[in-house]
């Protein structure tokens, strides 16, 4: 798959993003958790304060060359830290699933390296399932650390 | 402890607040890793754009019952789920080792959920070393769920 193209998210794309952000909640047995809406997600990312910001990755339609498909996409949002500073959090990074194994998720994640240099920021952190080996074997390619010693936690108001 | 007060942070809390943050770290084994400057902290939190707030618990000073002394705090910010929308993120909450057991902390975290339910975010979101048992067994007590499914995942740019 030679025909990769990486550019950043626009306001049009959120309907797609958000059936990519379900199929990454369903793929990590989640499927309920997934409870924002179409309008809020819109607002976030491109209303007065976008608080996120995406790339997506696009190919050819099989049947349409001239079409262009989102088949991946990754989505961050700048994170404080009290130790580092501003960090790029990565929310989310997906290859749809019949899209993988084509060097999508590398072109991906090879753009938000980029995108973190050009910004400024010291640190890429994100959270990976401990079973989700496919995604920890491309982690230790990237030459991320993963810390095993930190608990997740939650409250819902 | 009766005489605890719990208020906002501002701008002239910060030197008192980057030694607390320092002091968590030491506690989580992490000293070196807080390289965050005051001016930075300062600026991220009081500057044009915040991104992090903050309560501080106030006790008198035992020779100047007059004066106070911060002997702990609670730093948020928001953070954005592509499940959920906004959620409130704890970054830190600490009690200074030698103020512990006198319900600061319970107090701290009281005004958090105030706070969250104020300014409508639906969840609180933190992370836990999955061996800080004093904190886990405080974290259980205000109805936290738990999840040690998650890897902490960080590159260094």
Redesign the interface.
Known sequence: MQDIIIRRAVREDCPRL?EL?REL?EYEK?PN????TLD??ME?GFGEKP??WAFVATVPSPGQPDDRLIAGFA?Y??????????TM?L??ILVTEHMRGKGIGQQLFDRL?EE??EKG???????????NEPA?NF?RR????????????????
């Open positions: 958000l952000v909640a989640a958790e997934v409870t924002v809020h997600f976030s608080v996120w989505l949002y700048v994170r404080y830290s009290t130790w580092k500073g501003q959090y929310e989310d390296r973190a240099r920021f010291r640190r890429i952190t994100w959270q990976v399932l401990d079973w920890i982690y990237q030459g991320a650390l993963m810390d095993p010693e930190w608990l997740n936690a939650t409250i819902d108001i």
